[in-house]
Nanobody, 121 residues
Framework: QVQLVESGGGLVQAGDSLRLSCAASGSTFSINAMGWHRQAPGKQRELVAG???????NYADSVKGRFTISRDDTKNALYLQMNSLKPEDTAVYYC???????????????WGQGTLVTVSS
């Protein structure tokens, strides 16, 4: 199987920056699309940003111009650079990935356990 582990969350002030990381590990696999989602208290989980295997990106309107998603396939890693953070960005951030296991061939959608980002005003 494949596991995703997020890191980089924490408590920051409005206007600060944070960089989240997500590392994939496990059996022989390839990673297709990846993404960052977040869930604020009392709200549904929402897509923050996504990136395809070819590097195409998409962002939620609320984070466009402030957040940047990137990936390093040599490290099986996903990143989210978050600048100009706002209190409304406070949430648990999850990474997910569409995984192709090689032996046997099997497609999976895998989620990390989440990392908490708290932005104080």
């Amino acid at each position: 199987q494949v596991q995703l582990v997020e890191s980089g969350g924490g408590l920051v002030q409005a206007g600060d920056s944070l960089r989240l990381s997500c590392a994939a590990s496990g059996s022989t696999f390839s990673i297709n699309a990846m993404g960052w989602h977040r869930q604020a208290p009392g709200k549904q989980r929402e897509l923050v940003a996504g990136i395809t295997s070819g590097g195409s990106t998409n962002y939620a309107d609320s984070v466009k111009g402030r957040f940047t998603i990137s990936r390093d396939d040599t490290k099986n890693a996903l990143y989210l650079q978050m600048n100009s953070l706002k209190p409304e960005d406070t949430a648990v951030y999850y990474c997910n990935a569409d995984i192709l296991l090689h032996n046997p061939i099997r497609y999976l959608e895998v989620w990390g356990q989440g990392t908490l980002v708290t932005v104080s005003s």
